[in-house]
């Protein structure tokens, strides 16, 4: 992730300890692990937060929960005993402690013994308590023969992230099936950068299983340390233990969770229990702002200077002015993301960014502030969650439900979201809608969070002609040409796939995809461009469509025509389970917004015959979506231009109720010409009573205005 928090706990692979949205909690992985075998060298006498410990639990740590006797399903891998979670709130950071206690039923649970940890050594360590077997012949203590290995490696480099985060590994020896492991470990967690301040969200796992699971929190009285729980699980009452409170959660068996069907993230959130130090969101804000305000800063002899000078002759336009300081931005610095030395929050200043030409999103946002606040452009930092965050302003104030840090610009009283980490922005009118719910500013003074406006996408993602030339006759292959006008993110990734690519091989895969998606027809020419001022990729293909699906059905004085992407499938209905909670909201497919047009050039109708077609337009709200169709037949060609569009993230449970209601009588069916013939004497009503529709190669379909306008 792009803003990354730095810590996380998760163990056996389950949900339970897992860090949601980013905790603030270093963590323990027990999953399977690849062991490099590497041993410590000249080790020094004193411990570092670089090495393992091998000491006593602390004397706030409890002792853990009875063990659960409950048999596992048949056929499981694992028996838990239990597992146990406390963590420490101390004068700086905190500590985790995490216990274990599973037996080996079956060979495929093996790799549970190989135990890895993860920790920040910047402001953290970790200590290992036990890690001991038990069998019917006695107690092997591990430790005793065996310690952990540290891997001196990141692991995030092939994803270009730099952490600076420790693993250590053990592979347990002599494990097998009927086995019990029991495992404990500590780590420590300080981030200088925020003051030690400390917070975190566990969840409780969803999946059933059997077993116990504890979660407890500790922290001194005179520290102002806020807790909640998920509305199913009961709020503890804190109790007093010295001069620290406490908390504790215990789940025995828990059963599966089965989220709501359709509902909105936020009626989801289950089983989790957060803590956090911070009284408010504006804590949060007023904490981060002075970090992103001094690594901004342009110095006055900065190598950035000229590209500020360069970017203001350009242009006197304050929204051109944003637009080379966003494509600089995006295009002159790659990214990585960089967690060294408190980078999981410090920025990158302006001038290393540039000297070293890289960063992650807060180094780009920093950079793109000092640019554009240089440039006399009002603008913020931002903490988003890439992921759409619905529901964060259900969770206490901390960093943990934010992943991502961009750049609030407002030019002309309107807000533009500019992400240096995005590639390809080339327009700001054109800017993908943000589909962050929720946003916090950065601001001196604090701010709190704003709910983010849910705005459909002003242009299509996708623009698909095709134009169908059958006026040889059902007996003769029909010619056809496919067209593609795509915008936004995806257009911009198939844009880069293919620009690294050979001619050659970049044809061969825009005419691999075209015959995947358009199976009627076999595509053998194809090419692509990228319209730059217009943001748009074009892909074009040109073949034949296949003759035993060319849609003519008849003899050739009844011939009917079917014309290729004008149906629209119906919705699925919205119901949910008697036993699910039917008053709930309905998650839509937003965004989206599609047009596919269509021409058939007929062939000359039979003598005494004309084409007709009975294929109505279709203008219709449904559900949450706008389903458009224009249908027109003239000149010897059936014209068709179907728009279908998303207009709001959800709906209300009886918008979905009259939307199943409306099903029944949604139109489904392709339109379709086929020949009548005609009567002498009879007075013929127009074909259809439709706006005109034009021919595809009458319109320019990258531009803002089209047919498929709504």
């Known amino acids: 992730m792009h803003f990354r928090l730095p810590h996380k706990v998760k163990a056996l692979g389950q949900q339970w300890g897992t860090s949601v949205r980013r905790s603030g909690l270093v963590g323990v992985t027990l999953a399977a692990a690849a062991i490099s075998g590497m041993a410590d060298a000249a080790k020094p006498s004193v411990p570092t937060s670089r090495e393992v410990r091998y000491v006593a639990p602390a004397s706030w740590v409890v002792a853990p929960p009875a063990s659960n006797e409950t048999p596992p399903p048949e056929g499981a891998p694992l028996k838990v005993f239990y597992m146990d979670q406390q963590v420490h709130v101390e004068t700086q950071g905190q500590s985790v402690y995490t216990a274990q206690r599973y037996q080996i039923l079956k060979p495929e649970a093996l790799s549970a013994g190989n135990l890895t940890l993860s920790w920040n050594p910047d402001g953290g360590s ?35 992230q730099i952490t600076g985060t420790l693993t250590a590994a053990l592979a347990v020896p002599g494990l097998r099936v009927g086995d019990i492991l029991e495992f404990a470990v500590t780590i420590k967690a300080n981030d200088a950068v925020l003051g030690g301040q400390a917070w975190g969200i566990f969840q409780f796992p969803l999946a059933g299983m059997p077993g116990t699971f504890r979660t407890a929190i500790a922290w001194p009285q005179a520290r102002p340390v806020q807790f909640r729980t998920t509305p199913d699980l009961i709020s503890p009452e804190p109790t007093m233990i010295g001069l620290e409170k406490h908390i504790s959660l215990e789940q025995r068996d828990p059963t599966t969770f089965v989220a709501t069907e359709g509902a909105p993230a936020r009626y989801n959130l289950r ?40 970017i203001a002759a350009a242009s006197a336009v304050p929204a051109e002015r944003a637009r080379l300081a966003l494509r600089l931005v995006q295009s002159d610095v790659r990214y990585i993301f960089v967690g060294l030395n ?34 006399g ?43 240096g980490v995005r590639l390809g922005d080339t327009r700001l009118d054109v800017l993908a809608t943000p589909q962050f719910r929720w946003a916090l500013p950065l601001r001196s003074a604090g701010a709190t969070l704003e709910q983010v406006p849910t705005i459909p996408p002003p242009l299509p993602f996708k623009i698909q002609t095709i134009d169908l030339d059958a006026n040889a006759g059902p007996t003769k292959p029909a010619t056809v040409k496919i067209a593609q006008y795509l915008r936004g993110d ?7 796939v293919l620009a690294a690519t050979s001619a050659d091989e970049g044809e061969r895969q825009i005419r691999d995809y075209l015959n995947s998606e358009e199976d009627w027809a076999t595509i053998t020419k194809a090419s692509w461009r990228f319209d730059a001022a217009k943001s748009v990729l074009i892909v074009t293909g040109e073949g034949a469509a296949k003759q035993e699906q060319v849609w003519w059905d008849g003899p050739d004085t009844e011939l009917r025509a079917g014309v290729p992407r004008a149906g629209f499938s ?94 029944a009588k949604f139109d489904n069916q392709i339109p379709s010409a086929f020949q009548r013939k005609l009567v002498r004497g009879y007075a013929y009503p127009p074909t259809v009573d439709a706006d005109r529709v034009e021919l595809i190669a009458d319109i320019d379909w990258t531009a803002e205005t089209t047919p498929c306008t709504l």
């Open 570 to 663: 119906p919705p699925e209905e919205r119901k949910r389970p008697p036993e699910q909670d039917s008053t709930l909201p309905w998650v839509t497919s937003f965004p989206i917004y599609g047009c596919w047009v269509s021409n058939i050039r007929l062939p000359k109708p039979a003598a005494g015959h004309r084409w007709e077609t009975k294929s109505r337009p279709i203008d219709q709200a449904l559900g949450g979506m706008t389903y458009r169709r224009q249908l027109e037949l003239r000149d010897g060609a059936l014209r068709s231009v179907m728009v279908k569009r998303s207009n709001v993230a959800e709906i209300t449970a009886a918008q979905a109720a009259a939307a199943n209601a409306a099903l």
């Open 490 to 496: 995806s257009a911009e990734q198939i844009r880069r």
């Open 271 to 310: 089983r989790m229990i957060q803590y956090s130090d911070f009284a408010s969101w504006d804590e949060v804000s007023a904490r981060l702002y002075p970090l992103f305000v001094t690594a901004a800063a342009i110095p006055a002899n900065s190598p950035l200077r000229a590209e500020v000078v360069r």
């Open 342 to 375: 408190g980078g999981n929050y410090r920025p990158m200043t302006t001038d290393e960014s540039w000297s070293q030409r890289y960063g992650d999103c807060k180094a780009k946002t920093a950079l793109l502030l000092g640019l554009l606040r240089e440039l």
């Open 126 to 160: 970790v200590a290992v308590h036990k890690v001991r077997i038990i069998r019917e012949s006695g107690q092997v203590d591990v430790l005793a023969s065996r310690k952990f290995d540290i891997i001196q490696r990141e692991t995030g480099l092939e994803a270009a």
């Open 377 to 419: 452009i009002a603008a913020e930092a931002v903490l988003v969650a890439t992921a759409g965050g619905d529901g964060t302003d259900l969770f206490l104030p901390s960093p943990a439900p934010f992943d991502h840090v961009l750049v609030r610009a407002v030019i002309g009283g309107k807000p533009y979201w500019l992400d």
